[in-house]
C-alpha cells in the first residue's frame, strides 16, 4: 500500500516536474530569441543606460519566474529521487523476502523478472536496474550542439559516455565531452518520466563551450 501510494506521488510529481519544464523552455525561448537579452546578458548600455531594444521590466520579471521554476524544479526532483529510493528499498526487501521464503527456485524468477523489468515497467522500477540520475540539463542555449542533438532542458542523465555516476562528477563530464571531441558521445537520458538514448556530438560552435549547455548535479 505504502508503495503504491508512493509510486502515485512521485507519478503526479513527474507531472507537475513536466509543467515547470515547459513554462521554462517557454521563458528561455523568450530570453534567447535573436536579438534578446539572454538567461545573464547586460540590461545596460556600453555607456551604462537602460537599454531601448528591450522591455527591460518584462525580461526582469521573466529572469525571477525562472529563478523560481529552477527551485520549484530542484525541490521536486530531490522529492522524486527521495521516493524512487524508498521505492527501491521496499523492491530490495520484497525480493529478498520472496527467495527466503520459496526456495532457490524464486531467486532464479527474481532474477529474470530483474533483467526485463526495465520492458514494461514505470520510470521509478527502470530507476532501480540502471541507476538514478545524476545530473540534469538546467540550461541550454539554442542553435548549440547539445540542442541540435535532441538534449532538452530538464533532461537528467542517468549516463554520458562513460560517466555513469560518482564523484568528481562535473570535472568528469567535462573531460568526456573533450576527450569526445566531434565523435557522437551516447547519452542515456530520463524525460518527463520516459527513457531516451540519444548522442551529442562535442564540437566546436558560434557560442560557449562544446556543447552549449549546463549540468546541475543532483
Do not use: Y
Not at 525571477?64 to 529552477?70: D, G, K, V
Request: some cysteine.
Amino acid at each position: 500500500m505504502v508503495a503504491t501510494n508512493l509510486k502515485a506521488e512521485t507519478m503526479k510529481l513527474m507531472e507537475k516536474r513536466s509543467g515547470i519544464e515547459e513554462e521554462m523552455n517557454v521563458i528561455i525561448e523568450r530570453l534567447c530569441q535573436p536579438g534578446g537579452p539572454g538567461l545573464s546578458g547586460n540590461l545596460v548600455d556600453s555607456e551604462g543606460f537602460p537599454r531601448t531594444d528591450i522591455d527591460i521590466p518584462t525580461v526582469r520579471a521573466d529572469r525571477h519566474r525562472l529563478a523560481e521554476l529552477r527551485n520549484d524544479h530542484k525541490d521536486i526532483t530531490e522529492k522524486m529521487s527521495q521516493n524512487i529510493e524508498l521505492l527501491h528499498s521496499a523492491k530490495h526487501t520484497t525480493a529478498t523476502s520472496s527467495v527466503k521464503d520459496s526456495g532457490p527456485s524464486a531467486g532464479m524468477s527474481v532474477s529474470l523478472d530483474k533483467s526485463v523489468a526495465i520492458d514494461a515497467s514505470s520510470a521509478m522500477d527502470a530507476d532501480f536496474d540502471i541507476g538514478r540520475p545524476f545530473a540534469i540539463v538546467d540550461e541550454i542555449t539554442e542553435l548549440s550542439p547539445a540542442a541540435e542533438d535532441g538534449l532538452q532542458l530538464g533532461d537528467q542523465i542517468l549516463k554520458f559516455g562513460n560517466v555513469e555516476g560518482g564523484e568528481s562528477l562535473l570535472p568528469r563530464l567535462a573531460a568526456e565531452a573533450q576527450q569526445k571531441q566531434g565523435e557522437a558521445v551516447p547519452l542515456v537520458v530520463l524525460r518527463q518520466g520516459s527513457l531516451i538514448n540519444l548522442t551529442v556530438t562535442p564540437r566546436t560552435w558560434s557560442g560557449r563551450g562544446l556543447l552549449g549547455c549546463h549540468f546541475r548535479i543532483l
